[in-house]
């Protein structure tokens, strides 16, 4: 429980917004090709729904921390659900800078380097 605690607290940048946004639809993209590949049955359908969720999980992580960095509460991330909505929080987040000091959700993101560090909370 407190790695996803450690999963929605703090702040990351809009490189490490689009690298870990990147990441979460490559992946819906790789399960939905799975379904062609692979035949199906009970066991692959369970081991897909859990990596489904475990990347919805990894995706309103990564929205969560974004909206910290522009000073947002994370709630604004169940926006993601709504159409049209979507489109447009996602290009704010993309283009919008965060603030450059400490708000209330911790310090700024370090970026660079570490943007890995960040998005999986290591």
């Known amino acids: 429980m407190n790695f996803v605690k450690k999963l929605y607290s703090g702040r990351i940048g809009s490189l490490a917004y689009l690298v870990g946004d990147l ?18 049955n009970a066991f692959i359908d369970i081991v897909e729904i859990i990596l489904i969720l475990l990347l919805f999980l990894f ?7 974004r909206l910290h960095d522009l000073n947002k509460s994370g709630w604004l991330s169940l926006l993601v659900l709504v159409p049209l909505a979507n489109v447009i929080l996602g290009i704010i987040l993309l283009f919008k800078p965060g603030s450059h000091e400490v708000n209330r959700f911790g310090l700024p993101s370090q970026g660079g380097k ?8 290591l």
């Open 23 to 40: 990441i979460s639809w490559g992946g819906f993209w790789l399960i939905s090709k799975s379904n062609k590949v692979i035949p199906s």
């Open 114 to 121: 570490f943007i890995f560090k960040e998005l999986f909370a």
């Open 59 to 65: 995706m309103f992580s990564v929205f969560t921390r």
